[in-house]
Structure formats: structure tokens, C-alpha cells
């Protein structure tokens, strides 16, 4: 698991309890999951299709760094499987884990859309170019 988007628990961030809200956290990892699927697929046009169980294994507090890691799991004719985890930067406690997050590559009509791929990437050469809204 590469851990590579870090986020700091800002006020805004908490629930009533004072610790991290789960919304907050399920929107960071929803982006960051998705910018990673645009990287994998190469295209702008990606949608989340499923998330399986979510588990809140820890909390975090106000002004805790988090680091989001997300792996490439499996490639679908269409879509894009992996898994994530999220943890303390500094104590390496894990927060939340999600052992399965889909997201299916969409085409200029809006329809579910081949990708091609069947390996994951660690260079840059599927960055799309241009507007992430015009790709194709």
C-alpha cells in the first residue's frame, strides 16, 4: 500500500464528539480514490461504483495528520478494483479500512467504456491531457 495524500483534521472536520467526522473522511478517500482511477485509466470520465463495507477502526482528533493509501486490486473490462486504508501519519494507527472500491471508467456518452488495461501504473504517461471533462 502506497500512502501518499496526507490531510490535516482541521476544526471544520469534527463531529460532535470532537474527533474526526466520518463524512469528512469518506469524502477525502472518495476523491482520492477517484484521482487515483483517472491516473490508472487514463481518462477523466471515471464514476464510484461500489464500496463494500466501511470500517472506522480508530478515530482521529483535531489537528492529527492522516494519510490515505490506496492499491490497485484488479482490472475489470471497464472498471478499476482496489483497496484503501487510512492512518495516523504519526502513530501508523489505521482509522478506516475498505477492502473493495470499484469504479468504472465512462466514456464521451456517458456508458460504462473499455479501458484496456490490465496492469497498474507508477509512471505518469496515462495522465489524461487537457480538461478531465473532454476526455474521450
Known amino acids: 500500500m502506497n500512502f501518499r495524500t496526507r490531510k490535516w483534521v482541521r476544526p471544520e472536520d469534527l463531529n460532535a464528539n470532537g474527533t474526526l467526522f466520518g463524512g469528512s473522511l469518506l469524502r477525502w478517500i472518495d476523491e482520492e480514490a477517484a484521482i487515483y482511477a483517472i491516473l490508472q485509466l487514463g481518462n477523466g470520465r471515471v464514476v464510484t461504483k461500489y464500496i463494500s463495507?466501511?470500517?472506522?477502526?480508530?478515530?482521529?482528533?483535531?489537528g492529527d495528520l492522516v494519510e490515505m493509501g490506496l492499491r490497485a486490486t484488479a482490472f475489470g473490462r471497464?472498471?478499476?478494483?482496489?483497496?484503501a486504508e487510512v492512518r495516523n501519519m504519526v502513530t501508523r494507527q489505521?482509522?478506516?479500512?475498505?477492502d473493495k472500491m470499484v469504479f468504472v471508467n465512462i466514456g464521451p456518452d456517458g456508458a460504462p467504456a473499455a479501458h484496456g488495461f490490465t496492469e497498474i501504473t507508477y509512471d505518469r504517461d496515462r495522465i489524461p491531457t487537457g480538461s478531465l471533462n473532454s476526455q474521450g
Open 94 to 98: 489505521s482509522i478506516l479500512t475498505i
Open 53 to 62: 463495507e466501511i470500517n472506522f477502526v480508530s478515530s482521529a482528533a483535531q
Open 78 to 83: 471497464t472498471s478499476l478494483t482496489m483497496r
